[in-house]
């Protein structure tokens, strides 16, 4: 049996902060007691981690990844094996990507694909959720074999229409489905059919610049599609978790639905905590690293975003990584802003940008732990297996050094893309070690992991039903 200790941190989860001593037996949390007790100085181990001074916190769950997404005629550019590596890097030990269906083909071979490029290439575990683009009946009965077999929710697009899209009837079907098998559906809120309209009208007018895709896809068209799917989902009788929130208008949405009492969850990312229009709208095409979807937003979103997490009317905090080269990728859409690839890089940044939050006085401590470990976690069946440190729970723990001043940079990035969308920003705080099952990824800022460390992690049903 092996044994590690991780002595003298502030253990921090979703609910607790306590000086404890943390001892790890066989890759799991076996006990924990205060630092200086008898029962912390009767822990023996073969290695011992002084976290003096340090944070101890539960491993990132982020819950929106698309590594090697086909996207646009390209691909993001980051393989489970250098996605999973910068996770690491940024203190995140628990991936959901995003299997794909594509139209005409079942989900089952969607997601035998997405298992053939993740097997044997992570260095973090890794869990699917499913992107249903094509609902027939074939794909319904498919659900509940897939909820069966730990993938537990489906990722449907009211935006992209021609690629990912799904209209209402095949939205309600889907939805009905769920209420049935207990799988949870994920929506991409937009009016995709209004916002392809109005791309074609800015680029007749000669609008084809990076701040224009910005200017089409609307808030009002991110809160209608919100509103829809919510309704959808109210008549289905079946739970909803809104992707990439952006927007005032949809939080208000979202508010209004928990305040009647649905099961309905939302989901923002740092993108739309920290950068703006003001972004999409750098010169010389650098606005393109910007572009994603739902869009940046004026800055005056953000208030709405922070406010929404700290009433709980969001509830995770996700990247969405979805990375492209701003060479010979973001460049595909110069002179026609409709052809950028969608998507922005940032596993490696949530948990030091939501950290930054708290030294900004946005969250709390636990807060931030709950947002970008516990929440995750539960939402998506892997709870407490992850998203916590609590005996019987998988050690995936970070010790966080939070005096520690850094600049996010591409420099100095791990992931697999040729630009940072927080390049030069400072904050405080930084991943220091990761243990993964107890096995050390990262050592004092140096790279222990290994691709084939991490394994596919199946999943139950949500844990937030009422
Ligand atoms: O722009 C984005 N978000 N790209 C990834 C695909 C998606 O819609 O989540
Ligand atoms: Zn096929
Ligand atoms: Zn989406
Ligand atoms: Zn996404």
Known sequence: MSRTLIRGGLVITASDEMHADVLIEDGRIAALAASGTPAAR???????????????????????????????????????????????????????????????????????????????????????????????????????????????????????????????????????????????????????????VLVEQALARGETGPRHHGEVRKALLEAEATHRAIRLAQVAGAPLYVVHVSATEAVA?????????????????????????DNLAEPDFEGAKYVCSTPLRPKEHQAALWRGLRTNDLQVVSTDHCPFCFTGQKELGRGDFSKIPNGLPGVENRMDLLHQAVVDGHISRRRWIEIACATPARMFGLYPKKGTIAPGADADVVIYDPGAEQVISAGTHHMNVDYSAYEGKRVTGRVETVLSRGVPVLTEREYTGRAGHGVYTPRATCQYLT
Request: aromatic share 10%; proline share 2%.
């Open 42 to 196: 009767a822990f023996t181990a073969d290695r011992t981690i002084d976290a003096t001074g340090k944070y101890v916190v539960p491993g990132g769950v982020d819950a929106h990844t698309h590594m090697e997404l086909p996207f646009g005629g390209t691909f993001a550019s980051d393989t489970f094996e250098t996605g999973t590596r910068a996770a690491a890097w940024g203190g995140t030990t628990t991936i959901v990507d995003f299997a794909v269906q594509s139209v005409g083909h079942s989900l089952r071979e969607g997601l035998d694909a997405w298992h053939a490029k993740a097997e044997g290439n992570c260095a973090v575990d890794y869990a699917f959720h499913m992107i249903v683009s094509d609902v027939n009946a074939e794909t319904l009965k498919e659900m509940d074999l897939l909820v069966e077999e730990g993938v537990t929710s489906f990722k449907q697009f009211m935006a992209y229409p021609g690629v990912f899209y799904s209209d209402d009837g095949q939205i309600l079907r889907a939805m009905q489905r769920s209420a049935e098998n207990g799988g949870l559906i994920m929506m991409h809120a937009e009016n995709g059919i209004a916002i392809d």
């Open 253 to 277: 949405e979202l508010a209004r639905a928990r305040d009647e009492g649905l099961n309905v969850f939302g989901e923002t990312c740092p993108q739309y905590l920290f950068l703006s229009t």
